[in-house]
Nanobody, 121 residues
Framework: VQLQASGGGLVQTGGSLRLSCAAS????????MGWFRQAPGKEREFVAA????????YYADSVKGRFTISRDMSKDTVYLQMNSLKPDDTAVYYC???????????????WGQGTQVTVSS
């Protein structure tokens, strides 16, 4: 499984971006699809995850209410809609496939290349 993340960019505080993660082929429907981010000098941290089958979603407290994860099974694509962006959201964002623990990056076997999100103050 290859994952291709896109949609990053430069946005002002309070702005929005939508990230996309396209899988190269149909991913196993028992996998979780997750988004993680890593800022310079910091560890990779969980952002959000979703199950393919039931659409159950999980969020980090820092993004709850501002970010929304969704999936389009017909396109094998997962999205991360990011609203009310803050400078603290600046990071490289990675999509990943795996599980079963949504918040643990060690559980994800497949990773995309990352897309840069920069939020200016």
């Amino acid at each position: 499984v290859q994952l291709q993340a896109s949609g990053g960019g430069l946005v002002q505080t309070g702005g929005s971006l939508r990230l996309s993660c396209a899988a190269s082929r149909r991913t196993a429907r028992n996998l979780l699809m997750g988004w993680f981010r890593q800022a310079p000098g910091k560890e990779r941290e969980f952002v959000a995850a979703i199950t393919w089958s039931g659409g159950l979603s999980y969020y980090a407290d820092s993004v709850k209410g501002r970010f929304t994860i969704s999936r389009d099974m017909s396109k094998d694509t997962v999205y991360l809609q990011m609203n009310s962006l803050k400078p603290d959201d600046t990071a490289v964002y990675y999509c990943a496939a795996g599980g079963p623990r949504p918040r643990n990056p060690d559980d994800y076997a497949y990773w995309g290349q990352g897309t840069q999100v920069t939020v200016s103050s």
